[in-house]
């Protein structure tokens, strides 16, 4: 590698140059001219080499000529002075527009000033490091400083309850924020809390603690990531703080104390082995993190640590396969990833014990684990000098146009600047020099993390030349006779139909290697199943869409595990198989059984959700969405692989769905809401209160707790907004118009199809007046018609409501409604002829199969005959019994209470669970079969029997006469 400066221009490069240049003159006065002119040689170079520095020297030519006229870029040395700096430019400001200004005009004079530097090879990458880290902090407290002023002058000083004394807000810089070795294009993760809860002194009104931080944790936001005229300072982002999205945007330090008590995880010890407080060090600040240490490091030597870090290796491996990267410096094989993964396992696993190794910048937490003696100095050396190299690629990659991206360039152009800057004569040999950089890294990672592999006995030769022979199907069925298969001469058949597929398939020559190592071992563990070739049939349609793909070809020709487990879920069901057929990136999850069949905990499903979430860019929707899709998927095939083994009940199974339902709905209603704010603001009464002010209300499987694998959504929407008024953002929307945008984009977010599918159809048609009535009420709008306007069918409904997403507020608003409603008094008579008449005509319209078939559903003492009983038994007696009655949404308990209220005796409720339970089963197995819900009629007898007497006894028996007078 040569000096950067020594490398001549390429033609591409120098032509690029001579075009910015004339440019820039244009630009200049006669006096600019003549002191660029005095200095074009490297001014041509750097306008050759990046884009972002060019645009800034074209955008302000007076800006370059006070560079050079300082001669600042000839300077090693120039953070301390970025505070005063930032004051001096502070001080005359006096609205947030020109706050916003002068912070974008600040970095990007100082970003020019770093990228210049690196880029002619003036500086080092940890000058760099040093200068975009105390760049970023300076903006970042420079910003919170002027807006915490203006806060207590508009609402007075916070003050803690019990000390009396003055609060501010920390703010931790988390990632490489905190360990001081920024990148140049990075966004900064940030956690924000204070001290103590209390109240605002000495302003207009008063405001307590958390509503005062979070309005200036909001607006510090908002001065730092929104974009303008002059750009952005940086991407905020804030979902490492507890309970990411779903979480208050500023925590008390108890509640953060709390939360990593009782909540942390293994990969948030990970984050906040980074974590720096911003700002000057003082009692609260060193408070703070002693209180967080015990978190971060365990007393004891923790070996845990090296599993979590491999389980987190390999989410990432899976994503890089998922997302087709190639050429990633970051998270590709040997990348800045692996040096990280190395550092941090050992500092989790010794750091409690060895407080020197409790270091934050790399660096220098390399050169403590060498000084310790867990690296030896050649590991050190390698991973040092490995890690500087990489850091320097990425920040030239980001400084060609100020983007954030640690992909090689696949243009030209972007080559040969990376190959100058870098020092190469030639992109191949940047490449090469790179390649033996990640080499090296990835055998040391392999070492400390160990990517573990199976190693098996090779497949008998038998299964090779049936594969790779390419005998017609009478010349394979002898073969497969030898072997004792049943079923040979199918087998054979489909056997040769699924070679000559994919023999015209455009596979590549490593899928093509990938694929005749797979199918021998596939054969050898196909043919022990009961029916290989429906088997065969079922795993052919997920082998023809990943042909084409060779990384998935390779995992499961290089995971015989991973193979057993795909054989084994496709023989069970062949919901599985379409699964993963449609979505091939699945395939990941075969690699560990034992997290396969032990589907995520209940009340972990939004904190693993949370965490998937943290890897993608916040304000990149597209994929987010994509992001909500894949996750749903991954837990639906756990969920799928334990119900298959036996590992869960029935309820268990519904549990589960309904739980990552509500997770996954609650994300998306928090994306919807992130997205309609930050482009309209919020409505007054969330300005007033911190909260949404809207809820989510299930209804039908949702809200019965009963989803299953192909449930769509039945909701209704609420909000407790009245009267007018409008958002406070740049683009205004009434009330109503923002509720409703909210709830459409809720809808859009679920029902949009990407390749990873839909996240849920959203089913609106119990809302108040159906398809005809608004997408969101008011909770009183929603009352009144629940109240004057619903039919009774809405009120059986109504029984199988719950609110799965809202503020404390409104859900009890909604459960007082909800609990009036049912428990309205009613004629019994006219009761019982409303549900019986709604059973006839569901089943006059609905009912499928034969006289001798038996329709799961709609069919005589079927399932919906249970749910109308618990319905019925609810409407008509809740004005008796309203605490038991209405308190539940799901048959099983309903019953249960029935029998409290001593309206069922205990046989009856067991009857009707009982029967209850064998039909859902019943209709589970069929979904798992794939085929339809109608059944021989011959099944089930006796619990139907048992539903059709309970429903005459129930309701039937309280139709009025012929004769009688509907009241």
């Not at 603690?209 to 750009?231: E, K, P, W, Y």
């Not at 696993?349 to 060895?354: N, P, Q």
């Not at 050169?367 to 190299?389: F, K, M, N, W």
């Not at 082998?543 to 015989?560: G, K």
Request: overall charge negative; proline content about 4%.
């Amino acid at each position: 590698m040569t000096s950067s400066t020594a490398i001549p221009l390429p033609a591409l490069l120098s032509e690029l140059a001579a075009k910015q240049w004339r440019r820039l003159l244009e630009r200049a006065d006669a006096q600019q001219q003549a002191l660029f002119l005095s200095h074009q040689p490297m001014l041509l170079r750097l306008l050759a080499l990046s884009d972002f520095v060019a645009e800034s020297f074209i955008y302000s030519p007076a800006m370059l000529a006070e560079l050079l006229t300082s001669e600042r870029y000839l300077q090693a040395e120039r953070s301390a002075a970025y505070p005063p700096l930032l004051q001096t430019a502070l001080q005359h400001v006096d609205s947030e527009d020109s706050l916003k200004r002068v912070l974008r005009q600040f970095r990007r004079e100082h970003m020019v000033l770093i990228a210049w530097r690196e880029l002619l090879g003036l500086s080092e990458v940890e000058e760099s490091f040093k200068h975009l880290s105390v760049l970023a902090e300076s903006l970042i407290m420079a910003a919170y400083d002027w807006l915490y002023t203006k806060m207590c002058r508009e609402a007075g000083t916070p003050i803690g309850r019990e000390s009396g004394e003055p609060q501010r807000m920390l703010i931790f810089g988390m990632g490489k924020l905190g360990g001081g070795e920024l990148n140049f294009s990075s966004d900064i993760d940030l956690i924000f809390a204070y001290p103590e809860r209390g109240f605002t002194q000495g302003g207009r009104r008063e405001l307590d603690n958390q509503s005062f931080f979070t309005r200036l944790g909001q607006q510090l936001i908002n001065a730092l990531h929104q974009q303008t005229a002059d750009g952005q300072v940086y991407r905020v982002d804030m979902r490492l703080r507890p309970f990411g999205d779903s979480g208050p945007l500023v925590a008390s330090f108890a509640a953060l104390e709390e939360y990593y008590q009782q909540h942390g995880r293994n990969w948030e010890r990970y984050a906040m082995v980074k974590a720096r407080i911003m700002g000057p060090e003082n009692d609260d600040s060193r408070y703070l993190m002693q209180m967080l240490k015990p978190f971060i490091y365990r007393r004891y030597v923790d070996f845990g640590a090296i599993d979590a870090l491999r389980k987190m290796k390999g989410m990432i491996v899976a994503e890089i396969r998922r997302k087709g990267l190639k050429n990633d410096i970051k998270l590709g094989a040997g990348g800045i990833r692996d040096v990280e993964f190395i550092v941090q396992a050992h500092q989790l696993i010794r750091g409690g014990r060895e407080p020197e190794l409790q270091v934050r910048h790399m660096p220098a937490a390399l050169r403590a684990l060498q000084q310790h003696h867990v690296l030896t100095d050649e590991e050190y050396q390698t991973l040092s000098s490995g890690y500087h190299y990489l850091r320097r690629v990425e920040n030239i990659l980001q400084e060609i146009a100020d983007q954030q991206t640690q992909t090689l360039p696949d243009n030209d152009r972007d080559r040969l600047r990376v190959t100058v800057a870098m020092g190469y004569h030639s992109w191949e040999e940047f490449a090469q020099a790179l390649q033996q950089v990640h080499a090296a890294i990835h055998q040391l990672f392999s070492q400390v993390i160990g990517e573990q592999e199976e190693q098996e006995s090779d497949v008998p030769t038998a299964w090779q030349d049936m594969w790779h022979s390419h005998l017609p199907a009478e010349d394979l069925v002898p073969l497969l006779q030898q072997q004792n298969v049943a079923e040979a001469e199918k087998l054979a058949t489909e056997l040769t139909h699924l070679r000559d597929e994919c023999l015209h398939r455009p596979i590549g020559p490593q899928g093509r290697e990938a694929l005749g190592k797979l199918m021998p071992r596939l054969l050898s563990l196909l043919v022990q199943d009961a029916t290989p070739t429906e088997l065969l049939n079922r795993i052919r349609k997920v082998l023809l869409h990943i042909a084409t793909r060779s990384a998935y070809l390779q995992l499961l020709a290089e995971n015989p595990g991973a193979l057993k487990q795909l054989l084994k879920l496709c023989a069970a069901t062949p919901l599985v198989a379409e699964q993963l057929a449609r979505y091939p990136v699945l395939l990941d999850e075969l690699l560990d059984p034992a997290q396969l069949y032990n589907p995520t905990p209940l009340n972990q499903y939004r904190d693993e959700l949370r965490q998937y979430l943290l890897r993608v860019p916040e304000d990149d929707v597209e994929q987010q969405m994509e992001a909500l899709r894949q996750f749903k998927q991954i837990q639906l095939l756990k969920i799928v692989a334990a119900d298959i083994a036996g590992a869960l009940p029935l309820m268990k199974v519904s549990d589960h769905l309904t739980w990552l339902a509500e997770a996954l709905l609650t994300e998306a209603v928090n994306q919807a809401w992130g997205q309609l704010t930050a482009r309209h603001g919020l409505p007054p009464l969330s300005v007033k209160n911190g909260e949404k002010n809207f809820a989510v209300i299930a209804y039908g499987k949702l809200g019965g707790i009963e989803l299953g694998y192909g449930s769509d959504l039945d909701v209704v929407f609420i909000h407790a907004t009245e009267g007018e008024g409008y958002t406070n953002g740049d683009k205004p929307l009434s009330v109503r118009q923002f509720y409703v945008r909210l709830a459409q984009k809720i809808i859009h977010l679920c029902e949009t199809r990407t390749t990873s599918g839909i996240l849920y159809e959203i089913d609106m048609e119990l809302r108040p007046s159906g398809a005809s009535g608004m997408l969101v009420s008011t909770l009183n709008a929603y009352e009144h018609y629940l109240q004057h306007e619903a039919w009774v069918w809405e009120h059986q409904a109504l029984v199988r409501s719950r609110a799965v997403y809202g503020d404390a507020a409104l859900l009890a608003g909604f459960e007082r409604v909800r609990a009036e409603i049912l428990s309205q008094p009613r004629e019994i008579h006219s009761l019982a002829k409303s549900v019986a008449d709604m059973r006839n005509k569901m089943r006059k319209h609905l009912l499928r199969g034969t006289a001798d078939q038996f329709d799961l559903k709609q069919s005589a003492g079927g399932m919906i005959e249970i749910e109308f009983i618990a319905q019925f038994m609810v409407l008509a007696y809740a004005a008796q019994n309203p605490a038991l009655l209405t308190r539940w949404s799901d048959n099983v308990r309903i019953f249960e209470s029935c029998v409290e209220a001593g309206l069922l005796t205990e046989e009856e409720s067991i009857t009707l669970k009982k029967a209850y339970l064998a039909i859902r089963d019943r209709a589970h197995r069929c979904t798992l079969s794939g085929v339809t819900r109608i059944i021989d009629g011959q099944e089930l007898q006796e619990e139907r029997a048992a539903v059709v007497a309970l429903w005459h006894k129930l309701i039937d028996r309280q139709l009025p006469a012929p004769d009688q007078p509907i009241q």
